[in-house]
């Protein structure tokens, strides 16, 4: 399973509580999506990704059959694939056939997790040399000298790149443009991006009929309560998820039902008043051309696209400039 991945993986727990009491606090409450992956969390994520309204993973997935060969000779055979954000492995590996790459190497938080996926695909794969890399990638991309310096192409698929601000994303993108050191011309980034559409679509794809995703959102809250020691009960709080068009981005809240007083450790207290929000996530969707400008911007140069028929999702291939 695919998890976005997101600047403050990784930090020591003092850190995570001091970050999380901070956004708490603050004006305008707010806690980093991270917190929305939990093991619940991932599974909750995993069944949003089938829900009818949910089009990105679906989508994503359409456009990769549809352009495999194109893809593949864009991306070039040999190559060292890096999975950014691997999870389970899965989408990367749909792509073998066409790709056939040299060595696959999987990046994830749990390098644990990784070994096991990877376990299985040797069997089905053995000419692929596979080196699974436990790290946060969002935060450095020093790639140890087993990966091969030249052909890298990474790969973020799954839109994960819209929970990043765009000047995150930029930041981001700029050090995935770092690690193809020089950047031969065979060294290049395959991502997924989700694009600006029809607002009701977005809105229904961030607060489904079923109340997953608000189940999702949460489940925050039973994730935060253990961090912290503190006393959040869901049923305080309603799931808010909608387009925001100034922004750009599907903003996702949890809002008090009613006053509401939480307390957590070390006598930690925040009252908030009905109405009152935590902003849990932002999901930001680009224009084709937008997002084009941000991968000159971060230093790739020639750029390939592949849309959907609908063309609300967007596959594209950037070479290292
Ligand atoms: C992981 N990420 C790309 C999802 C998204 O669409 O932004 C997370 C998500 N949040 C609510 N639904 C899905």
Same mark, same amino acid.
């Given at each position: 399973?695919q998890?976005?991945?997101?600047?403050? #993986?990784?930090?020591?727990?003092?850190?995570?509580?001091?970050q999380?009491?901070?956004g708490?606090?603050?004006?305008?409450?707010?806690? %980093?999506?991270?917190?929305?992956?939990?093991?619940?969390? %991932?599974?909750l994520?995993?069944? &949003?990704?089938e829900?009818p309204?949910?089009?990105?993973t679906?989508?994503?997935?359409?456009?990769?059959?549809?352009?495999? %060969?194109?893809?593949?000779?864009?991306?070039?055979?040999?190559a060292?694939?890096?999975?950014?954000?691997?999870?389970?492995?899965?989408?990367?590996a749909?792509?073998?056939? =066409?790709l +056939?790459?040299?060595?696959y190497?999987?990046?994830d938080? $749990?390098?644990?997790?990784l +070994?096991? @996926?990877?376990?299985?695909?040797?069997?089905?794969f053995?000419?692929?040399?596979?080196t699974?890399?436990?790290?946060d990638?969002?935060?450095?991309?020093?790639l140890?000298? $087993?990966?091969a310096?030249?052909r890298?192409?990474?790969f973020?698929?799954?839109? @994960?790149?819209?929970?990043?601000?765009p000047?995150?994303a930029?930041?981001?993108?700029?050090?995935?443009?770092k =690690?193809?050191?020089?950047?031969d011309?065979h @060294?290049?980034?395959?991502?997924?991006?989700?694009?600006?559409?029809?607002?009701?679509?977005? #809105?229904a794809?961030?607060?489904?009929s079923?109340?997953?995703?608000?189940?999702f959102?949460?489940?925050?809250?039973?994730?935060?309560?253990?961090?912290?020691?503190?006393?959040?009960?869901p %049923?305080?709080?309603?799931?808010?998820?909608?387009?925001?068009a100034?922004?750009?981005?599907?903003?996702?809240?949890?809002?008090a039902?009613d006053?509401?007083?939480?307390?957590?450790?070390?006598?930690? &207290?925040?009252?908030?008043?009905?109405?009152?929000?935590?902003?849990?996530?932002s999901?930001?969707?680009y224009?084709? +051309?937008?997002?084009i400008?941000?991968?000159h +911007?971060?230093?790739?140069?020639?750029v390939q696209?592949?849309?959907?028929?609908?063309?609300w999702?967007?596959v594209?291939?950037?070479?290292?400039?």
């Open positions: 399973m998890q976005p991945a997101h600047p403050e #993986n990784c930090v020591a727990e003092d850190e995570i509580q001091h999380l009491v901070a708490l606090l603050a004006t305008h409450a707010y806690t %980093s999506p991270k917190y929305l992956y939990d093991v619940l969390g %991932s599974r994520f995993a069944a &949003i990704c829900l309204e949910y089009y990105p679906r989508t994503e997935a359409a456009i990769f059959k549809k352009h495999a %060969s194109q893809i593949a000779a864009a991306v070039g055979r040999d060292i694939l890096i999975d950014l954000g691997a999870g389970n492995c899965s989408k990367a749909r792509l073998f056939p =066409a +056939q790459p040299r060595q190497v999987p990046i938080i $749990s390098v644990q997790f +070994q096991e @996926s990877v376990n299985a695909l040797r069997q089905q053995p000419q692929i040399e596979m699974c890399l436990g790290m990638f969002s935060a450095e991309l020093e140890p000298s $087993s990966v310096e030249q890298r192409q990474f973020y698929p799954g839109s @994960s790149i819209g929970n990043f601000s000047l995150e930029l930041m981001f993108l700029r050090r995935i443009r =690690a193809m050191h020089g950047g011309s @060294s290049g980034l395959l991502i997924g991006v989700d694009l600006i559409k029809d607002h009701a679509i977005l #809105n794809a961030y607060d489904d079923l109340g997953v995703t608000a189940a959102n949460l489940n925050l809250l039973h994730h935060v309560n253990r961090l912290l020691d503190a006393d959040f009960r %049923s305080d709080w309603r799931h808010r998820g909608f387009y925001n100034d922004q750009h981005r599907i903003e996702m809240h949890l809002e039902r006053d509401v007083i939480v307390h957590w450790q070390n006598g930690g &207290i925040r009252r908030f008043a009905r109405g009152e929000r935590i902003h849990t996530e999901s930001y969707k224009t084709e +051309q937008g997002f400008e941000l991968l +911007q971060a230093g790739f140069g020639q696209t592949w849309r959907d028929p609908r063309k999702f967007m594209c291939h950037a070479q290292a400039a």
